[in-house]
C-alpha cells in the first residue's frame, strides 16, 4: 500500500507546477472523505509516506466531511484553480466530475512513469475510472462486505477447527441453525446495519448467479430468472429478521458489541481501532481475498459467502 501511495503522489506530481529549484520539495495536497476506520489507515500511509521521502514529496492531507459538503467544495475549489491535487472520488461519480471540469486526465504515460496500469486492477474498476477511454483517476480501494464471527463465540459452541476457522456453516440448513442457536437471551446470532442491507441482498443475488442490468437484453432484473433470485435474496434477508436471529433496525456498526452478536456483515470503511470500551469494530481488511487476523475483542473476520441455494 505504501507503494501504491507513492506512485499516486507521483502521478499527482505530475500535473504540478514546476519547483522554484530543480531540488525543491514537491508538497502534494490530498483531500479525502475517509471519517472511519480507513481514515486512521490513510492518514498512518501519509504519516509514513511523509517520514520516507524528507525532502523529496510530503502530502498534506485533509480529512473533510463525506457526501455532498465534499464535492461540492472539491468542484468550488477546481473552478477556481485552488482545488487539491489529488482527491478521493467514487468511480461512479467520475462521469459528472469530468463534464464539471473538476478533474484532470491521467495518461497512459503518466501511468507508465510510476509503475501504474490497467492489468492492476479489476477490469471493472479500471474501466470506470476512464470516461470515452480517457482514464481520468487510479482505483485505490474497494468494498468487500465481508462475514465477520465472533472466536470466542464459535469456540464455546464446538464450531471452530484446529486453524480457527468456523465449521458447520456450509449450506444455507446449517447457516440458518447457527443463527437460531445463537440468538438467545437477547442477543441476536447476526448483526447488519439496516442501511447496509441492500448490499447484503445484491450480494445474495449475485451469489445465485443473477444478471441485474443487461441493456441488450431489456435492462434491470431482464429475465424470469433474475426476478425469482431477487425475490430469493430479499425474502432470505426477511426471514432473518422475521426469524428474530438479526434485529429489525440498527444503526452504526459502532454498537456491535464484543458478547453479541456471533456474527456481523459489515463492510471496509466500519474497519477501524478499537476504543477502549467494550465495543467492537473490526480492525483490518483485505482487498486480495486473504483472511484478515484480528486481535480485537477476540473476533476474526472471514472472508467468504453465506451460502445461497443455486
Not at 444455507?172 to 446495519?193: I, R
Not at 441488450?216 to 429475465?223: D, E, L, R, S, V
Request: neutral net charge; hydrophobic residues 35%.
Amino acid at each position: 500500500m505504501k507503494k501504491s501511495l507513492r506512485r499516486l503522489a507521483l502521478v499527482s506530481s505530475a500535473f504540478m507546477a514546476p519547483a522554484a529549484g530543480a531540488h525543491a520539495q514537491e508538497t502534494v495536497v490530498w483531500w479525502d472523505f475517509l471519517a472511519g476506520g480507513d481514515g486512521v489507515r490513510m492518514k498512518a500511509l501519509i504519516d509514513g509516506f511523509n517520514a520516507e521521502h524528507q525532502g523529496e514529496i510530503q502530502i498534506r492531507g485533509t480529512t473533510l466531511e463525506w457526501g455532498t459538503p465534499f464535492y461540492t467544495k472539491l468542484q468550488t475549489s477546481a473552478a477556481i484553480g485552488e482545488g487539491p491535487d489529488i482527491a478521493t472520488y467514487h468511480l461512479s461519480r467520475i462521469p459528472l466530475a469530468v463534464d464539471s471540469g473538476t478533474l484532470s486526465e491521467i495518461s497512459d504515460e503518466d501511468s507508465a512513469s510510476v509503475e501504474l496500469s490497467d492489468a492492476a486492477f479489476t477490469p471493472s474498476a479500471a474501466e470506470a475510472a476512464k470516461v470515452d477511454g480517457t482514464r481520468y483517476a487510479v482505483p485505490f480501494d474497494q468494498h468487500g462486505l465481508i462475514l465477520y464471527y465472533n472466536k470466542a463465540m464459535l469456540a464455546d459452541a464446538g464450531m471452530l477447527d484446529a486453524n480457527g476457522l468456523p465449521t458447520g456453516l456450509d449450506g444455507m440448513e446449517n447457516f440458518e441453525a447457527a443463527l437460531a442457536k445463537f440468538t438467545v437471551d437477547g442477543k441476536y446470532g447476526l448483526s447488519m446495519p439496516t442501511g447496509d442491507r441492500y448490499r447484503a441482498v445484491y450480494s445474495f443475488f449475485g451469489q445465485q448467479g443473477g444478471t441485474m442490468f443487461d441493456e441488450a437484453a431489456g435492462g434491470f432484473f431482464p429475465t424470469d430468472e433474475d426476478t425469482a433470485k431477487l425475490t430469493t435474496a430479499t425474502e432470505t434477508m426477511k426471514r432473518w429478521v422475521d426469524s428474530g436471529w438479526t434485529p429489525s433496525q440498527i444503526g452504526s456498526p459502532q454498537r456491535w458489541r464484543c458478547s453479541a452478536p456471533g456474527r456481523r456483515r459489515s463492510s471496509s470503511w466500519a474497519i477501524g481501532k478499537c476504543p477502549p470500551l467494550p465495543i467492537w469494530r473490526p480492525r483490518a481488511k483485505c482487498s486480495n481475498g486473504a483472511r484478515c487476523n484480528c486481535r480485537c475483542c477476540s473476533t476474526s473476520p472471514r472472508h467468504g459467502r453465506i451460502p445461497m441455494p443455486s
